[in-house]
């Protein structure tokens, strides 16, 4: 369904994508392929993105489907509002609701809205960045962006929505009951974010190119707090179920052994 947004997004800015020397050379602006050609493609991924909604439940199914909505409408975003950024976030990070009614059949949202807003906000960071590679050109044909939004006050709003993101992460991992890995990846995560930021040099475009392709190691930190933090909290689980079978036996032994001697007392006397 990333892949399907990322089509629509090619179809509805192939005339704006000509006018941008980042872009220009994308396949449909290059009449590589045709606009018939993409609308194919666009239906070969929503089948497939089809195929794996239907075996979920009914629960996920309709919240998946819903998505659908914010998939075709967040690329028009930009031709009117100054924070497409937000609903690229709101669109991207649906996953974060979807995986756990996919699992529990519905939505636990004290868990997952925290974690989908740390999604928006972590979206919002790396987007805007993405989005000072063309916001000369963005000016030029009236596109708008957080980018332009923000300006040079860019680092303060992007240490803003950080704190935000790690926030609602930490909030996320106490209401699941997550354990030392996962605050450990946070904290890495922060850290990245920081320097990320600090090091930013909003006016050259390579740079900003950088670091929004080094989010990939934010995500990949996160994945991996998450599993080992729960693997660790399962493994803690297992052991303190281990250790209170073990007390409850014992007590059960001595309990048996004690009955055993007072019986053995009565006969005798």
Request: with cysteine; charged share 15%; glycine share 10%.
């Amino acid at each position: 369904m990333r892949g399907a947004g990322c089509t629509i997004n090619d179809l509805w800015d192939r005339d704006i994508d000509a006018k941008v020397e980042r872009t220009r050379n994308r396949p449909l602006v290059a009449g590589e392929i045709t606009p018939f050609d993409a609308f194919v493609f666009l239906s070969g991924q929503l089948g497939v993105g089809l195929l794996v909604l239907l075996q979920l439940n009914w629960y996920s199914i309709l919240l998946g489907a819903s998505s659908l909505g914010l998939v075709i409408v967040y690329p028009l975003m930009k031709r009117i509002t100054y924070w497409p950024q937000l609903m690229l976030g709101a669109t991207f990070n649906w996953g974060a609701l979807l995986g756990w009614s996919a699992t529990q059949g519905s939505v636990e949202w004290s868990a997952c809205l925290p974690l989908y807003v740390a999604g928006v906000c972590w979206t919002i960071v790396y987007d805007t960045i993405y989005a000072h590679q063309d916001k000369v050109d963005d000016l030029i044909i009236g596109i708008k962006s957080t980018a332009l939004r923000f300006g040079d006050n860019t680092k303060l709003w992007l240490s803003g929505f950080t704190a935000a993101m790690l926030g609602n992460l930490v909030t996320a991992g106490l209401v699941c009951d997550q354990t030392w890995p996962y605050y450990t990846s946070v904290g890495l995560i922060g850290a990245h974010l920081v320097h990320q930021i600090y090091s930013l040099n909003i006016h050259n475009p390579k740079d900003c190119a950088t670091k929004f392709i080094s989010n990939h190691q934010v995500g990949l930190l996160l994945f991996l707090g998450i599993v080992l933090g729960t693997l660790y909290k399962t493994n803690s689980d297992d052991r303190t179920k281990s250790a209170t079978n073990a007390t409850s036996s014992s007590s059960s032994s001595g309990g048996q052994l004690s009955a055993a001697v007072t019986s053995t007392r009565n006969i005798a006397v």
